[in-house]
């Protein structure tokens, strides 16, 4: 079966939705040929999503595909992640692992994390301007994982540089990208050797105890859970936070009620995260069966992508899509939908809600020190964030 290329180019990058919004209308359930010359099912419509996040029937072991997907190749090391995992593996290791994202829990690390806003916030005061994506929305979740995991603050910066260097290498050094992710699992190795022979008050520790006391992890799912936590933690908080910002910058109506009535920033959130979804397309999926999405036949072990970015902005489910109005009902698939709804979705609301309801508040001139349409995006299909966020404060 042929498939059509997916028009992907610098406009895309800036502004994807017309392109989804075409394919919504047009061909909500369609066969393309991806950037990397993969073919696979792209699905648009919100209900088709949302039922596929929740199919048992969409596998997201790369097992189950026919070969054609290509991705991003991880050391089996590092692929052992709830990323890549069905149950009952998947219900056992989330199960470890969701103690750590309980509601107490995460009002307990609000306090962290206020503290490190403030701080890195002082510093970009100090300078009066600031490229908002390197010298906040990005050491700040670095330092909430690394917290989190027990990492040690010395090694958040070398870390915060591989994984930049890995989701996107320079273009002349596509090579890169492995290497790494070779430092990372490296690192992963010697920061797990180290909490074993001197445990601490943190997750990593707790894992590592759930795997030494009966086997409950293997030593792969316990680096690539820590693999697949240090980088959800980071990017994609990284890529909410500035589109977040971005986008109150240019809606100064909603940037004026949020600064006005601390009460409208969780509702105010939760529409940003609809409106600019950090990662608008979600994990791979492979049917285990030939199945039919939306009235469309899609044959077993094919590539299905499911689109949450077009799907937050369906008609049929969001009147007038394209506005950010805090007021809207429905739910967006942001975090996902059924058995892998996103682990962490508390702690990410708590990180915006902080990060973003901070610096707004605190610099109440705050604007672009560029044209909006100057401002560059990451060349990336899947993930959505910008590269630079240069702001004035007065």
């Known amino acids: 079966m042929s498939a059509a290329t997916l028009p992907i180019s610098e406009d895309f990058f800036g502004n994807p939705y017309p392109v989804y919004e075409q394919l919504r209308q047009h061909a909500p359930v369609s066969r393309v040929e991806l950037p990397d010359g993969a073919p696979a099912w792209l699905v648009t419509r919100y209900a088709d999503v949302r039922a596929a996040l929740a199919d048992p029937r969409l596998s997201l072991d790369k097992r189950s595909g026919n070969g054609t997907w290509k991705g991003f190749s991880l050391p089996p090391a590092l692929d052992a992640n709830l990323g890549n995992m069905d149950p009952p593996d998947h219900t056992r290791i989330r199960r470890l692992v969701s103690q750590a994202f309980t509601p107490r829990r995460v009002e307990s690390l609000r306090p962290r994390i206020q503290q490190t806003a403030d701080a890195l916030l002082d510093e970009v005061a100090a300078q009066g301007h600031a490229d908002l994506v390197r010298d906040y929305a990005g050491p700040l979740p670095v330092v909430v994982i690394c917290d989190l995991l027990g990492a040690p603050a010395a090694d958040r910066q070398e870390f915060r540089s591989w994984t930049d260097t890995m989701f996107t290498p320079p273009a002349d050094d596509r090579a890169a990208a492995g290497r790494a992710v070779g430092a990372i699992h490296a690192y992963l190795q010697r920061l797990i050797a180290d909490k074993r022979d001197h445990p601490c008050d943190d997750l990593l520790s707790a894992l590592i105890a759930a795997r030494d006391d009966g086997d409950r992890l293997t030593e792969d799912e316990l680096t690539s859970l820590a693999f697949l936590l240090l980088l959800g933690g980071y990017e994609n908080t990284v890529h909410a936070i500035g589109t977040g910002v971005l986008t109150l910058l240019r809606h100064p109506e909603l940037l004026a009620t949020v600064r006005a009535d601390p009460a409208q920033l969780a509702p105010t959130i939760e529409e940003l995260l609809r409106f600019e979804p950090p990662s608008p397309v979600v994990m791979r999926r492979f049917p285990v069966e030939d199945m039919t999405i939306g009235g469309v036949p899609v044959p077993r072990g094919e590539t299905v992508l ?6 937050n902005r369906d008609p049929a489910e969001f009147p007038a899509p394209d506005e950010v109005d805090p007021r809207r009902s429905g739910s967006h698939l942001t975090f996902g939908h059924g058995i892998h709804y996103c682990l962490a979705a508390s702690l990410a609301r708590a990180e915006l809600e902080i990060a973003i309801g901070t610096v707004v508040r605190r610099f109440p001139a705050l604007r672009l020190a560029v ?24």
């Open 306 to 311: 499911l689109v949450v970015g077009a799907a």
């Open 371 to 394: 044209p909006a349409d100057e401002l560059r995006w990451r060349p990336s299909f899947r993930t959505r964030g910008l590269v630079t966020l240069p702001i004035l404060l007065a």
